[in-house]
Every structure is written in C-alpha cells, then in structure tokens.
C-alpha cells in the first residue's frame, strides 16, 4: 500500500496542453443548473422538517402611525390548531433588529406602530394556514398619530433617521450665477420591490446546551447570527446559521431577512421545538422594505455646447420609520451622481425622510442608481434645451484620463475605458443612423412616436463601510483527491459558488468537477460580510484562491522532494489537468494528495483576503470609497402610443466592461438580468400607498414586474474587451449591480419620444416609473406647453 505511484511522462504536445490549462475566463454552466431546472435544488423551504416542527406567522398592524391602546388575543389563541403567541414582552434579550442604529427596529412593536404591515405578534401553530387565519384573528384598540408618508412630507417636517448629509467641491453657486445657460427643475424616482422569487423564510431548531440552528433566506448569515444572539440573550457561539442557496435576494435580503430569523428563533427557544416562518407573498411585501425611492431638485449652469459649470442637486430618500441601511443608500447615491462625468463645480445635499412606511432597505445598486439617474437627467433636459444630441453633450462631459479625472469625494478615475467603450457602441448599434431614422419615422407618425438615447455608467466597487470589505475560506483536499470548499458569500442564483469553484480549479490545476462548494455557514466561515455591493466574486473568490495557493505551495514542496529527485524546486512544480508536472515526470492529482496525506502534508487550509487601497472619511464625505470602477453603455430604441401611453423597447444594445471575465456565461447573464430589472424599476413597477398608508401594491397582481413578453424582441448584449488595472482576482470586474443602470438608455429614448411630439422643443415632465399613465400624462403636458410657433409652422391639429 506504501509503494510510491511511478511517475509517467508526457510528450511535448501533451506537455503544452498542460500549460496552456486554464479555469477561469471560460463559460461554464451554472454549478447548480441541473438542479434548478430538475426542481431538485434545495431551498430553505426543501429541508425536511424534524418531527414535531411548528409554524409561524405574523400579527400585523393596520395602522400607519398610532398607539396600541389595547391588544386582545384571545380569539388567536382560542382558534383550533394554536399552540403559542409571542409578543415583545417575550423577548429574553433585545427586542431590535436593526443593522446599524442599534434600538430604531423593534423585531415585534412595542406600545407604538409605525407602518400598515409592521409586526406585533408571532402565532405558533401546527400548521402555515392555520397560524395565518389565526394572525387575523387579533383585536387591537389604537390611538392613531400624525403619519408622514412621502420623502416631500418628511423633507417639510425635517423628519430624518440619520442627519443630513452634503458633498461639495468648488463654488457651485458662483458658477451657476454665471453661466450663459442657467435650468432649475425638480422630478421623482419610485422605488422597487425586490420581488425575489423565494420569499423571506427562516428555520429554527434548537440544539443542546442553549444552541441554536437557523437555516434562512438571508444575504448575510454572520448578521442573522448576531441578531439571533442579541434577541435570544445568548453568545453568537450558540447561534449557527446556514444558507445553501436563495432564489433571487437582489439586497432585499440583506438586512430584513433579520426579522424572520429573530421571530422563528424565538418561537423555537420559548417552545424547545422547531419552528418555521415562511410569510405568503403578501404579508412578504407588506413588511418589508423596497428599493428607496427620492425627489430631486436640481440647479444648473451650462455653456453653448452642454458643458456643465455648475450644479448643485438636493436629494431626498423615503427611508421608512428606522434607518435600517439608508445612510449607507444615501452615501453612495451621493457619491454616483456624478457618474460617468467631471463636475468641476458641484453641490450634492442628501436628506433621508422618516416616514410612516416600510423601512427601506439594500436593493441592487444600493442608491448608485438613484444618484446617477439625477445627473442623467439633468444632461437630457441641458441637451434639448440646446437642440443637440445628449450623445455629443455627454461626451463633452465626460471624465478625461489623465485631467478632469478626479471625483468629487475625491478618488482618482484612473482606469477611465469610457471613451473607447462608448465609442465601440456607438458604431455597432448604428446609432447615429438609426436615430435619424427615428426623427424620419415621427416627422411620418402622428400616433405612434419613436425615441432613442444612449446613456454610460460608472459605478463603483466595494463596500462604502470599508471594513466590510474582508473575506474568509476554507479548502479542504480529501485523500480521493476531491476538493470541498466553504466561503462567507451566498449563492442567491448570480453564479458566486460557480466562480469560486473555477478560481479553486484553476488554482490547484484540476478540472472543475472536482470541487464542490458547500452551503455558507456560520460556524465555518466566521465574521462574514453580506454578499452585496457587487463584491462576492471579488472578496470570496481572492480569500478561495488564498486558500487554494497555500495548498499549492504546500504540495508543490512536498512533490519536488518526492518526484523530481532533488533537481526541481518548488516553484518549479506545475499543476495542470489533473497532474503534477515535476520536471517531465507528469504525476495524477490524486496520487500526489494519496501519498501527501500518507507523509503527513496537511491537506486543508484557510484563506483571507482584505481589499487594499480603501479608505473613507464618512463626516467629510472624501477618500477613496471604491477599489475600481466598472463601466458600461446601452443604446435603446423605443416607440410610445401617444393615445393611450403604451410602450415596447424595440431594441437594446448593451456594451459591458468587467474586465477579464471569468466566466462570460454567466457574466451575460447578468447584464441581461440586471438591464430587464432596471428597465421594470424605470417603466412598470409602480409601489403605490394609499392615504392611510397601507401598500396596495402588494401582490403579483397589482405590482406589475417584466415578463418575457416585455423583453425588446432585439436584445443585443456584449462585454467589453478589457482587464482591469487593480489585481482584482484573475483581473475580472464585478457585475451584479452595475448593469442596473443601464437602462437608464430606455427611460431617456421614452422621454425623447414624448418630446417628439413637441418637435423636441420642450423637456417632457416625465417622472419613473413611466408607466403608461405617466407617459400619457407627460404627452399631454408636452402639447400643452408646444409653442405656438411650431403649431403654426407645422401645422398640426390639436
């Protein structure tokens, strides 16, 4: 059994091929593909249940502001099929389950409600339904309180959950005083639902000794670990929380996956048996957050060619009663309103209004594109106020490379491809042909009218917490010579296990199938960041490689002593295609790991990886928040009804830069996912309160996401040739979030077509989402405010 594997050899060929062995950079499936189209991928709602498990469901509150006066819940105990009902006073440790302001969001209101849908009771009973009927059964006295319910209302009442923020650079003021175009404006951006298709979901079964297992939903399980710890009063060592997968999470598991894990926690500890919380789609939507939505006003100076001088933007963000994640939302839209342009002269205010809503919360892009959109607008408007192409105005303000590079908050652009990206688009998408075209097609039309814009992205990578921007793993080698793999990110479908599976690959020269990754896991990986801001390929798939290299290194020393005869050193050893190369002798993969694990070689390791260069002053907004920047463009085309306000996307062509991709495969897959989603967030997904502040958009069938059939039936979707200038991992970009916002293309080709019907005289006074009603609404107010010159000289009948 000890006699050492006969190395063999290879020919040159052969030899070459193993050179050329590479893992990264190629289209692979997605790890868990087959699962998900065979249904046998395993959501937290798959796990089978142990004997005796008990389901939960929440008690909400059906008032957007008020005291509770009074709370009966006799009948919800009385109904058949009830075990227990948990309210704040039963709550052994901290009733909060807040991300950063510690005490401004209770898990169960306390004496007071603060939004229609905010939790007040838990019901445990031996089944979902039951525990659901039941919940309704509550009978609460309340003395109703003023409710705020707009970011306008919030900004009058000067209602915060976080002290304003503001950024300037230059004198804005002075610059708009003197410019030779002077434009002030306001307009409005709705927020989103993340509408992922998994709902928020937690199960919790109690283990010995005070310990706690929760399997949940959730983009951060180190998070849900500590707020289980602090609800339940015990040490984060009890509390283990595991995630395989989620289907979809888009930030929205972020931070408010806390509240259900807390409330299954609880109920599981005060009852010793296990207890799941899974809410219907409703009651989902009615508690949680949303993307933030914010009003603008806006002022700016600008020169007979589009060149902006100076301008100054005040942005206000509907938060919801606590503050949840909205500094850091608001920051960052802060920080992206710049976007692709140098503002040399520029004021940016931010004001996060506390309202009686929903807390809102992480949604993908996590307020870049709602501080990009403001600036996007602003040049739309300043180029047809100047009858010129948005095109030529937003490259004239374009960031340069080497001057007019630095941004206000004071980073460096120093890896600008905007240029030649934009410039590569606009000759594939025919851009400037086909918007002739289109002038030619309205100047024929007078119902049906067509738009088109092209609109860039700069977005910035990491986290604007800079100590979030650290990562752990594990890799373990088995004498068979499989490759198991924990990290601290979540699989929520973009492909992060699949990435880090490659980089493992790749690392230890093996093939792909060979390394499987293992659900995130708390009491692995510990001192996890959340898998958002675009970073869990960049952190998780670095502290892989970390990992992966030790064992290298560590079996490369162990092979030149055993294989190449004293004449090969270390680094001279090569891992490729399954095998060992020492010199020319070619060994199996599996035969070194045998004979390692034989001389004793410890085969598992851990990895760490921390983003260097960051650095952040909050108070004075200035540093550098990002690593580096991804970057992008899309050029849409699209055609309105002006009689009834309907549109459709004709084409989308979008050009992507994530640098040397690691897996384009996936990495398109992204960008068409993103550019779908943004398009619904900017044309269809409209969140509507009502004036008592109840959300009556609630459910799929008032709360209108994109389908298949709102696809442009010509989708065109390229990445961009490049490598990114930081030794990010194998030089790839991040891709999640960027692609959001380049939709914005769709948005800016409606407003073009709607200003068509004013011969592109007037800036339409349209506000997202624009829907079918508001586009209707903007071409009224568009022809109202036509010139009467034009009507004259065109002749059209009104």
């Not at 005060?270 to 009651?283: A, T």
């Not at 600008?416 to 002739?436: D, F, K, M, P, Q």
């Not at 080698?477 to 699989?491: A, F």
């Amino acid at each position: 059994m000890n006699q050492q594997a006969e190395p063999f050899l290879k020919d040159a060929q052969e030899l070459a091929e193993l050179a050329d062995f590479t893992q990264v950079h190629v289209s692979r499936p997605h790890e868990s593909a087959h699962l998900h189209v065979t249904g046998r991928a395993t959501y937290t709602d798959d796990i089978p249940v142990v004997a005796g498990t008990l389901h939960a469901a929440l008690g909400l509150s059906q008032k957007a502001h008020a005291r509770i006066v009074s709370i009966s819940l006799d009948k919800v105990r009385a109904t058949p099929g009830v075990v227990a009902v948990f309210t704040a006073a039963d709550i052994p440790g901290h009733n909060d389950c807040a991300p950063i302001v510690k005490g401004d969001d209770p898990v169960l209101a306390d004496g007071v409600v603060q939004y229609v849908g905010q939790p007040v009771f838990i019901v445990v009973a031996t089944s979902h339904d039951t525990a659901r009927r039941a919940a309704r059964r509550a009978q609460i006295d309340y003395e109703e309180l003023p409710a705020v319910l707009t970011a306008q209302q919030a900004r009058a009442a000067q209602q915060s959950v976080i002290p304003p923020m503001k950024l300037a650079r230059g004198d804005a003021g002075a610059k708009l005083a003197r410019a030779p175009h002077r434009e002030r404006g306001e307009m409005l951006l709705g927020g989103q639902e993340q509408f992922y298709l998994e709902g928020q979901i937690a199960y919790a079964v109690p283990k010995d000794d005070d310990g706690m297992h929760v399997w949940c939903s959730t983009q951060h399980p180190t998070e849900m670990q500590h707020l289980v710890a602090h609800v339940l009063n015990v040490a984060s060592h009890n509390v283990l929380v595991e995630c395989r997968r989620m289907g979809g999470g888009f930030g929205g598991k972020e931070s408010q996956s806390g509240l259900f894990a807390c409330c299954a926690a609880l109920a599981a500890w005060k009852l010793l048996c296990p207890v799941k919380l899974r809410p219907d789609r409703d009651d989902d939507m009615m508690i949680t957050g949303k993307r933030h939505d914010f009003h603008y006003t806006y002022d700016v100076g600008y020169d007979d060619d589009g060149v902006i001088e100076g301008v100054s933007v005040d942005m206000t963000s509907r938060c919801g009663f606590s503050a949840d994640l909205s500094g850091p939302v608001m920051t960052r839209a802060v920080c992206h309103f710049d976007n692709a342009y140098w503002l040399p002269d520029v004021s940016i205010a931010g004001f996060c209004g506390k309202t009686n809503t929903q807390s809102n919360t992480a949604f993908r892009g996590f307020g870049g594109p709602q501080g990009a959109f403001a600036i996007e607008y602003i040049i739309d408007n300043v180029a047809r106020s100047l009858g010129l192409d948005p095109l030529d105005v937003r490259r004239r303000n374009l960031y340069g490379k080497t001057e007019r590079n630095q941004t206000p908050y004071g980073q460096i652009v120093e890896d600008n491809v905007l240029h030649e990206l934009i410039g590569e688009l606009e000759a594939t998408s025919h851009y400037r042909a086909r918007r002739a075209a289109v002038r030619e097609f309205n100047a024929r039309n007078d119902v049906l009218k067509k738009g088109i814009a092209l609109t860039p992205v700069k977005f910035g990578i990491a986290f604007n917490v800079t100590h979030f921007n650290q990562a752990g793993a594990l890799v373990h080698i088995y004498t068979d010579g499989s490759v198991l793999v924990n990290h601290g990110g979540t699989e929520m479908g973009q492909g992060l296990n699949t990435k880090v599976a490659q980089v493992v690959a790749h690392e230890l020269g093996v093939r792909f199938s060979r390394v499987r990754v293992t659900a995130t896991d708390t009491s692995k990986v510990a001192n996890t960041s959340a898998t958002a801001a675009s970073t869990g390929s960049d952190l998780n798939g670095k502290a892989a490689q970390d990992a992966a290299r030790q064992l290298r290194e560590r079996l490369a020393a162990f092979a030149a002593e055993r294989y190449g005869a004293g004449h090969v050193t270390p680094a001279a050893v090569r891992f490729a295609n399954d095998s060992v190369v020492v010199g020319e002798a070619v060994v199996p993969f599996d035969e070194v790991i045998a004979n390692a694990y034989l001389a004793r070689v410890q085969l598992w390791s851990d990895g760490f990886y921390a983003t260097p260069k960051l650095y952040w002053d909050q108070a004075k907004l200035q540093g550098r928040p990002f690593f580096y920047y991804s970057y992008g463009a899309a050029v849409s085309e699209v055609v309105i009804d002006t009689l009834t306000g309907e549109m459709r996307v004709l084409r989308a062509d979008a050009l992507h830069d994530v640098g040397a991709s690691l897996n384009p495969a996936l990495d398109i897959g992204q960008v068409e996912g993103g550019f779908i989603q943004g398009m619904g967030w900017l044309t269809t997904e409209e969140l509507w309160w009502n004036d008592g502040g109840k959300l009556m958009t609630h459910a799929p069938s008032t709360y209108k996401i994109p389908t298949v059939n709102d696809m442009p039936p010509d989708f065109r979707v390229n990445l961009f040739r490049n490598r990114n200038a930081e030794d990010s991992i194998h030089r790839s970009k991040a891709v999640g979030e960027p692609p959001l916002l380049l939709p914005f293309s769709v948005f800016f080709a409606i407003r073009d077509a709607v200003s068509s019907v004013a011969d592109y005289e007037v800036n339409p006074p349209l506000n997202a989402p624009a829907t079918s009603e508001a586009i209707l609404k903007a071409v009224g107010a568009v022809r109202a405010m036509r010139k009467p010159c034009a009507h004259a000289a065109q002749g059209v009948r009104r």
